[in-house]
């Protein structure tokens, strides 16, 4: 009888609700800490994390035993109430729906693992909004801009 083997990585990519700048410095490292335990305790490889204020980007070595929505699921839920229990933020936290699961080969891992650890020195240059729909463009996918994250400058145009 043979084995299965598979190989895959996925760079996932989620905004807070209303894009509103909500994770703070202080915390910053330890729900990067935390999202990593789900991400292991759900079976898969944590390569990188890297968060912003307002969003997260976490590249992971794939086990094909879990779907990717339900992964998702699991992270968003996990934290937000990991996150509203240590009383992180006075303000109501919460993931937006949607999300990004990019795939990337095995020759991509190193570039994509220093982008996402980067995102500082990215964003200093290029807001999410940009950067999510360049992401989108890169890889080809076919999008209306009505079921993109709600991003922050849209959410201000007042006419």
Not at 7 to 31: C, G, M, T
Not at 48 to 69: C, E, F, R, W
Not at 124 to 133: H, P, V
């Amino acid at each position: 009888m043979g084995d299965t083997y598979t190989q895959a990585y996925f760079h996932l990519v989620f905004a807070v609700q209303n894009r509103k700048s909500l994770i703070d410095e202080s915390w910053k490292p330890d729900l990067e800490k935390y999202i990593t335990a789900i991400v292991k305790n759900q079976g898969h490889k944590l390569i990188a994390i890297g968060s912003m204020p307002d969003h997260i980007h976490i590249l992971i070595g794939y086990s094909v035993k879990q779907t990717i929505p339900d992964l998702v699921n699991i992270i968003k839920t996990s934290s937000n109430q990991w996150i509203k229990e240590k009383g992180f933020t006075a303000f109501r936290f919460s993931w937006q729906n949607g999300y990004g699961a990019f795939s990337h080969s095995r020759s991509q891992i190193d570039r994509v693992a220093k982008y996402v650890l980067k995102q500082e020195k990215h964003h200093s240059k290029k807001t999410f909004k940009a950067e999510y729909i360049g992401i989108l463009k890169r890889v080809q996918i076919e999008f209306k801009n009505e079921y993109l994250f709600d991003f922050i400058e849209e959410n201000l145009d007042v006419k």
